[in-house]
């Protein structure tokens, strides 16, 4: 074993860069999780003893505290189902997290890499745990992998940032989603030539660009005369989306349907209206803002995740990683519901005295 007495105490960086593997693949050995080779793990290991790394030098400690600070960064609340994921962290801090997670909030102003790497570097300065929607962006991994040689354990929600050393990703798989999605326009529509418009929040947002991949290659695999006719960026902003969407429109044939990848959607429905058109709508998230738009017959479907389940799962898997406790696995998978207007579940009503 090395001495590393004189020298500051080795990463996970130098264990990587000794095992010649990716820091996202030496963060997965260090703690124990799953799909990496056995091969890989026994380089990871070895270079871990012949460094003298420890996972968490504090660890300890750490898992005897009375309290962890966690910070939530989210993009905008004025987004329905990201106001509501807030709400339910908020509640899950002190109900699964038993008061022991002390949580801050910081609302992005709009989905920015930048914004996102910087809030990242300033959460895991504060903090021991950071919980964020994710950009697929080099700026973002680069802080989240800085984050993890502190000690702090990232968790990605809703939108993942893979490859990056993240403790873990909580959300549906969204390519699954847009293969849902493909399946119930190509079926809705049943237009065997049919063009499809495709709304998305941003590119840059992981969840969206694999909902419209799933969608693209299922809609290819199970109705090949069908196809995208375009797709539009409303940054999950009614107005926006409402903009986007008349100029996609104007000029073009209608599409036999509209995909809904994002929020916004009550800005799509009023640019569809003003057109004339009525096509099948397949949208994504239950909230205030799409629940009447499924009641009215304005939306075919809606493609749904469970924001409380999601929240309380970031929870329980972070205090798992402060607190070293382990996880029923099968607790956390988060399941693609399907909604249509005949099997809404009740509107929740509101608070007594609000």
Known sequence: ??????????????????????????????????????????????AVRELGFERHAGAAALARRSG???????PRLTNPFVARLAAELGT??????????????????????????SALERAAEAGDAVI????????????????????????????????????RYVGIDNRAAGRVAANLVGRFAADPAGRVLVVLGSLGLRDHRDRLEGFRAALAEGFPGMAVAGVVEGEDDVDRTRSAVARALAG????????????????????????????VVIGHELTGETRPLLEEGVLDALIVQDPGHEARSAVRILM?????????????????????????????LPASGS
């Not at 500051?8 to 260090?30: E, F, I, N, Y």
């Not at 080099?138 to 354990?153: L, S, T, Y």
């Open 320 to 348: 798992a990683a402060l607190t070293g406790t382990s996880l029923n696995e099968n607790q956390e998978r988060i399941r693609i519901e399907v909604l249509f207007k005949d099997n809404l579940p009740a509107a929740e």
């Open 92 to 117: 899950a801090c002190r109900v699964e997290g038993r008061r022991r997670l002390s949580l801050t909030l910081d609302e992005m102003g709009h989905a920015s890499p930048a914004l996102l790497a």
């Open 132 to 167: 964020a929607m994710g950009l697929d962006d080099p700026a973002v991994a680069a802080a989240i992998d800085a984050a993890a040689e502190k000690g702090v354990h990232v968790v990605t929600l809703v939108s993942d940032v893979p490859g990056s050393a993240r403790h």
């Open 68 to 74: 962890f600070r966690v910070t939530a960064i989210l």
């Open 252 to 279: 073009q044939p209608p599409p036999c349907a509209v995909y809904s990848a994002g929020a916004g959607t009550s800005g799509l429905a009023a640019a569809l209206a003003e057109a004339g058109i009525a096509r």
């Open 1 to 46: 074993m090395k001495d590393h007495s004189a020298t500051a105490a080795p990463t996970l960086l130098d264990v990587a860069r000794h095992a010649d593997v990716s820091l996202a693949t030496a963060d997965r050995v260090v703690n124990r999780r799953p799909g990496v080779r056995p091969a890989t793990i026994e380089r990871v290991e070895a």
